[in-house]
């Protein structure tokens, strides 16, 4: 299929949820499989986005890792070949000072007309932090996170030439030339699962990002935050077919033949790991009755991928209607992979999103019809 075969963009009505997708900048095909490591075709990379960018996919989240090509030069490029989707850099802070960040950004923003927006993340493994010559302490990672992010929005708020004396950063009279387009700033997305990141979306994000669990388990994650007025996301895997049946075939071929190498270094390095994100979504997949957490979500995976390989597995119906039950439960917006990912995204797009936008329309009509009974 190219690009022009795709169906027409489904964009979102105020209110209805956000559906982004995650760029394969990691290389996995398989579920159970390693990463694609020690290679890059921008090509590929390049033709993924376009293709995301006629099916209405909201924002691409270009990952971070050291297992995967650094996501800013791949942003810049992809800008260049696109006109709509967006683009949610992952980016750590303390890699990069706050003003040349704050530049870069800036920067990327009249690059693509503001298509840009930050997922900030504070980091899950300290030998990974140690590897970019970061030995900071979880708890001290997010502490460096708030006054990373205080000098951003103070920076957006035309704050120039700015001096700063923080514990983890010291300006003295910064000056940036270039402002974010328009005279704004990007929307903010702060990932974890620990209180503190909670407080730092609450702070200085505009949504809070964790990885899957069932719609009841997220309604009570996202109390909190959402009683503070900020969005909550999630990041999971899809796998949706014309029947459920094929959708489970699916799963058992991707799920074939794994490599358990592969595994068990996702298991040591859990192990090392400080991260409560982490921990939290491997002892959620643990504690999955025969890799089931509920009839549509599959944990099995998570042990070859890690938390966002927590899978919506079912037929195109199924998929729409209990994404449906994560808007009841407060969740506004998504990040999906899948395996192919580019194979799912069309799949999702194309077949599952026109009928979960049917379900929010049909709701969003049920709500108005009975607000009309009680005048």
Known sequence: MTVSDVTPRLDPEPGELRVHWNSPLSGQQKASGKYGTGQFDLDQIVEFAQEADELGVDSLLMGIGAHMPDPLPVLGALVRETERVKFLLAYRPGLLSPTLFAQVVNTISWMSDGRISLNLVAGTSPAEQAGYGDFLA???????????????????????????????????????????????????????????????????????????????????????????????????????????????????????????????RIADAVAASDSVAVATSFRLAGSADGDWLSPMLYSGAVAYRGGPALCVVGSHEEVAAYLYAYKAAGISEFIFSGWPTRDEMRIFYTRVLPLLRRLEREGADRVAAAAATRL
Not at 202 to 214: A, I, N, Q, S
Not at 225 to 239: D, F, I, N, P, S
């Open 138 to 264: 979880h708890d001290e990672r997010y502490a460096r996170s708030n006054e990373f992010l205080d000098i951003l929005h103070r920076f957006w708020r035309g704050e120039t030439p700015l001096s700063y004396d923080g514990t983890h950063h010291r300006l003295e009279n910064a000056h940036i030339g270039l402002g974010y387009k328009g005279g704004g700033r990007p929307e903010i997305y702060i990932s974890g699962a620990s209180e503190v990141a909670q407080r730092t979306a609450v702070d200085h994000g505009d949504c809070w990002l964790r990885y899957g669990d069932t719609p009841e388990g997220l309604a009570e994650a996202a109390k909190p935050v959402l009683a503070q007025g900020r969005r909550v996301g999630t990041r999971m895997h899809v796998l949706a077919r014309e029947t459920r049946e094929e959708a489970l075939a699916a799963l058992a071929e991707l799920m074939g033949d794994p490599d358990e190498e592969h595994r068990e």
